[in-house]
């Protein structure tokens, strides 16, 4: 890690710099209740002082929500070509824990066998992150998750005169160099920065006690009557897995064209917490409950990736409490269990 | 392989549904070379009984509905109930909220006898359907898609997870967070989100999914300051036909 | 970045999710709801490096209708086609009924790590039941073993079907009974009037063998509700968990690990199974 300095009137020309120079996906104000990260063509449209965005940002670029994995023809000979698109591309303005959500689908997509289509598009992928405001609902820091140690170019921290850059990677570095005059960070900036970390840790409100969750999470895992009580008002709608940064279920098509001539396989998100998530061919459906489905899932989120990956698959983000209708609260759960079990 | 002869019909209902497929602009003229439509009332006017696809649009809401569609039902070997009218009754189904009397009186005053009008009923109380092009309108995309998958073999997918699901997709903002109420949750999607996106509520004109979590959605709308009517109309809009509904509420 | 030390990068850049093209050869019918379908790559060259462990399957693409997981169920020494036996139940397995010989369609694999481990279960005896479909990839197995008998003591098969039109692999299940060092017992819940074999279900005829528990390998493949029954008079006999091998099914949609849909508690049965020991079966909530 490299660390720099630059001030606050550069600041704006270097953004400016990189809109014209780049593809440039930042935070833009959707409407009253939202920002979404989308493609920026001035930097008018950009607000990096954005608090929600519903749909994770490197999630929506990496793993599109639907996406042509292969496409074929079908005559005679059958040609089946694979379609990996990727295009060199500055994501601006994302925070820590959705660089760590990242980090964690960056594992997840190499594992076993690596997806070529995820992995070009992430390689490509100039990761320039910011600080944002954690909304009520955000526990990243219980998570791990409020600073990013890894997986971005640049990560630029906004003190009072200037800006505090992390270096991550020499691409960073040689953007850097090109569009921005910087200083060498000196004790003064550490000790400021540092400063701020302390100062913006405080303003996660939200905190859960993942350690108690994991621990007592196999004793919890049969009491039906729990599970039943926090899956009451579910709607099976999936809407918790589609917003999350590390939600990586999908399903495969196979279509065809009517000519009957030109097909191809798409992959679009899936969520396990759909009835169908389960349903095998002749009609079994092997997790048919919602409970049932709800347990699966905060297993997936926080107890199977810390045993594959040492690291959880949740960050904290909040976004699956802000948008379940049914009100089910994964950090009231996990702060929850403890109580549940020694009763 | 001989293309399949398709026949478009129209029962009661605005005709919309028929539009839509005339509306399916890029794909109509390949969709006309994948089958043989030997009827289409909105659009063609010859006619021939030799058809192995029936698409039916609207309600039946005559007696001479009821012998239309049976005769239908005898020649298809595939029928396609298209349209929330065709569907599960639609909109036309308020009327027998009313009861068939009181709402012939209503429209027709003194001369209610002269008219042909019984209780509405979905296609499939009188023929068996196959498949449901569900929604008013209904998803051309999805018309397409059943007849594609008829063509090559496949049994069409229909979704039955809530419309929040295409809302995520899409990138939407919950109307819920602007304080509009929606369906959307218990309400099968397969519409691409269409009326969340442009920022109004589903009113759940593709009917419920197979297991909906009405208890939840009755406590969300009275959160949102519905009364009981008001969450029994809403559910009713499109889906009086099914009673269920209306009773699961009343409890 | 620090993300490029993460992974192991392949020579070969092709897509994890690109089927190659393969011809359908030959389709016998060997029950009313069952086919057997012999499929060679169309290039010889991923013919010639198409080797699988007996328990692994495939993805097999219908193109432009679909694409499904089916296990493999010929002898893995056989190099020149492979075969699936496919019952017809679903969308693929609809389509691959309707077709002819000659048919191109995609495959993708072999796929599961998880394979019946031939090599642990050497100088073992072995206890093979089946119920229904679940003899075809167990015939993988018992082909294998067939192929290389010597490796091995004792082979039982007890096979279970529905009615005895609904028995698969008719031909195969002569031939064993025609060898004397394989016995099979096949058993039907609905016998008809020429049946002269066993009725009832197969856990019912467990009780009857008498293989000396500490080196007797079990390997159970069938319908899920099957599973638990064969368990407990595994069980009840104290067969060693970690000697019992079970192959699970679960929705797929990728093969590969990423698609997620097969996950059991931690696990992934495309990737850690199919096949699993009794031992993580039972460290593995409603695996069965």
């Known amino acids: 890690m490299l660390y720099k300095v630059m001030g606050r009137d550069v600041f704006k020309d270097f953004v400016k710099s990189l809109i014209s120079d780049y593809e440039f996906i930042g935070p833009k104000k959707k409407d009253k209740a939202v920002h979404d990260f989308v493609p920026i063509k001035d930097i008018s449209e950009l607000d990096i002082n954005y608090k929600r965005t519903t749909i994770p940002p490197a999630k929506k670029i990496l793993f599109p929500p639907d996406e042509k994995l292969v496409t074929y023809e079908v005559n005679e000979k059958i040609k089946v070509r694979p379609l990996i698109e990727s295009s060199e591309k500055v994501l601006f303005g994302i925070n820590a824990w959705d660089i760590n959500g990242m980090n964690f689908l960056d594992r997840f997509f190499v594992t076993d066998f690596i997806d070529e289509n995820y992995l070009e598009r992430r390689k490509k992928l100039i990761v320039i992150g910011m600080d944002s405001e954690p909304t009520e609902t955000n526990f990243s820091p219980s998570m791990d998750s409020e600073y990013a140690k890894d997986g971005f170019d640049l990560y630029l921290t906004e003190l009072k005169d200037r800006y505090f850059i992390r270096i991550n990677t020499a691409r960073g570095d040689e953007i850097l160099k090109k569009y921005a005059v910087t200083e060498d960070a000196l004790v003064k900036d550490f000790k400021d920065y540092n400063n701020y970390m302390d100062n913006y840790r405080k303003k996660f409100k939200l905190n859960v006690n993942i350690k108690d969750f994991y621990d007592n999470f196999e004793l919890i895992y049969d009491d039906d009557e729990f599970w039943k009580r926090v899956a009451k008002n579910c709607y099976s709608c999936g809407s918790c897995n589609l917003a999350c940064p590390t939600c990586f279920c999908f399903n495969v098509k196979d279509d065809i064209e009517l000519n009957l001539k030109d097909g191809n396989k798409t992959r679009e998100w899936d969520s396990c917490m759909l009835p169908e998530y389960g349903l095998v061919a002749g009609g079994l459906n092997f997790r048919p409950d919602k409970e049932n489905r709800l347990k699966q899932r905060y297993r997936c989120k926080l107890k199977t990736f810390f045993d594959k990956f040492g690291r959880y698959a949740c960050v904290g983000c909040g976004r699956c409490i802000e948008v379940c209708l049914a009100k089910i609260n994964i950090a009231d759960d996990i702060n929850s269990i403890k109580k549940e079990v020694s009763v | ?251 | ?288």
Request: contains cysteine.
């Open chain 3, 1 to 288: 970045m620090a993300f490029d030390i993460k992974y192991k990068d392949k020579s070969n850049k092709s897509s994890i999710y690109v089927p190659e093209i393969a011809r359908i050869n030959k389709i016998q019918q060997i029950s009313p709801t069952e086919k057997i379908f012999d499929i060679v790559f169309e290039d010889d060259k991923n013919q010639n490096n198409f080797n699988f462990e007996p328990g692994q399957f495939v993805e097999l693409t219908v193109f432009g209708l679909g694409e499904a997981p089916f296990s493999i169920c010929s002898n893995p020494e056989n190099k020149d086609f492979f075969q699936l036996c496919i019952r017809d139940v679903g969308n693929v397995s609809g389509a691959l009924h309707r077709m002819k010989e000659g048919s191109k369609i995609g495959i993708r694999g072999p796929y599961g790590n998880g394979y019946f481990p031939y090599e642990k279960m050497e100088n073992q005896n072995i206890l093979l039941i089946a119920g229904g479909l679940g003899l075809a990839p167990l015939m993988s197995l018992i082909k294998y073993i067939l192929h290389h008998r010597e490796d091995y003591k004792e082979v039982m098969i007890i096979y279970g079907a529905v009615n005895p039109e609904n028995i698969l692999f008719k031909d195969d299940i002569q031939y064993f009974s025609s060898r004397n060092d394989i016995s099979i017992c096949v058993t039907v819940d609905n016998p008809d009037a020429g049946w002269t074999g066993e009725v009832g279900v197969c856990t019912k005829l467990i009780p009857r063998v008498d293989f000396p528990v500490e080196n007797t390998c079990a390997v159970v493949c069938g319908p899920p509700v099957m599973y638990k029954f064969v368990i407990i008079e595994l069980e009840k006999k104290n067969y060693y968990p970690e000697k019992v091998f079970l192959s699970l099914e679960r929705r797929m949609e990728c093969g590969v690990g990423k698609c997620n849909h097969c996950h059991i508690g931690d696990k992934l049965v495309c990737v850690d199974g199919p096949v699993f020991s009794l031992w993580e079966i039972k460290n593995l909530k409603e695996a069965i």
């Open chain 2, 1 to 251: 392989m001989s293309k399949p002869k398709v026949g478009i019909f129209g029962f009661t209902g605005c005709g919309g549904c028929q539009l839509e497929i005339l509306n399916l602009e890029d794909q109509l003229l390949d969709l006309v070379s994948a089958v043989e439509i030997v009827h289409f009332t909105e659009a063609i006017t010859e006619h021939s009984d030799n058809y192995e696809i029936a698409l039916i649009e609207g309600s039946v809401t005559t007696e001479h509905d009821i012998e239309r569609v049976k005769k239908i039902g005898d020649i298809a070997k595939i029928i396609v109930a298209v349209g929330s009218c065709a569907v599960n009754g639609g909109l036309n189904c308020l009327k027998n909220l009313y009861g068939v009397e009181r709402a012939k009186e209503l429209v027709y005053g003194d001369k209610k006898d002269w008219i042909d009008s019984i209780e509405v009923k979905p296609i499939d109380e009188y023929v068996r359907v196959d498949y449901y092009a569900r929604g008013c309108p209904p998803n051309r995309l999805e018309i397409v898609d059943i007849i594609r998958s008829l063509i090559i073999g496949r049994k069409p997918e229909i979704p039955n997870y809530p419309v929040c699901v295409e809302c995520k997709r899409n990138g939407n903002t919950c109307v819920y967070d602007f304080g509009i109420t929606c369906l959307g949750p218990v309400t099968r999607a397969g519409c691409n989100s269409r009326c969340p996106s442009s920022g109004t509520g589903c009113e759940s004109c593709r009917g419920l999914i197979d297991d909906p979590n009405i208890n939840a959605q009755k406590d969300l709308l009275a959160e949102y300051g519905l009364t009981v009517e008001d969450i029994i109309s809403q559910f009713n809009l499109y889906n009086a036909c099914k009673k269920v509904i209306a009773k699961e509420n009343k409890k």
